[in-house]
Nanobody, 122 residues
Framework: QVQLVESGGGLVQAGGSLTLSCVASGSVRSTNDMGWYRRAPGNQRGLVATITRPGSTNYADSVKGRFTISRDNAKNTLYLQMNSLKPEDTAVYYC????????????????WGQGTQVTVSS
C-alpha cells in the first residue's frame, strides 16, 4: 500500500522554525512532481510550494523568502524548511504527489498524505 507520511509538525512560537518531512512509503520506486499544501481553520486547502522531480520550485507569495522546499529522490522524501513562522502559517500541512510509481509498475495519481498540524503562537 503506497502512502505519503508527513512528520515534523508541532507547536512553535512566532519567529521560530520547523522542518516538515514527507516519505513516500510502501514499495515506491519513484515519485514525480511533489508539493506541500495547507488548510487553515475555515479555509480551503491552498498551495504552499511545489517541486518537480528535477528540482524546479514554485512558492506561494505568502511564504517566499521564508520557506524552502526540497527533495531527496533516492529516499523518496520531500522536505519543507519553514523559517520566520507567523501565526497565520497555522494550518494542517499536506504532502502531495501527482504521480507515484510502485515497485510493481503500478502508477498512483494525485496522492495526498494525511497531514501534519503546524501551530504558531504569537
Amino acid at each position: 500500500q503506497v502512502q505519503l507520511v508527513e512528520s515534523g509538525g508541532g507547536l512553535v512560537q512566532a519567529g521560530g522554525s520547523l522542518t516538515l518531512s514527507c516519505v513516500a512509503s510502501g514499495s515506491v520506486r519513484s515519485t514525480n512532481d511533489m508539493g506541500w499544501y495547507r488548510r487553515a481553520p475555515g479555509n480551503q486547502r491552498g498551495l504552499v510550494a511545489t517541486i518537480t522531480r528535477p528540482g524546479s520550485t514554485n512558492y506561494a507569495d505568502s511564504v517566499k523568502g521564508r520557506f524552502t522546499i526540497s527533495r531527496d529522490n533516492a529516499k523518496n522524501t520531500l522536505y519543507l524548511q519553514m523559517n520566520s513562522l507567523k501565526p497565520e502559517d497555522t494550518a494542517v500541512y499536506y504532502c502531495y504527489s501527482d504521480r507515484i510509481l510502485s515497485d510493481t509498475g503500478r502508477y498512483y495519481y494525485n496522492y495526498w498524505g494525511q497531514g501534519t498540524q503546524v501551530t504558531v503562537s504569537s
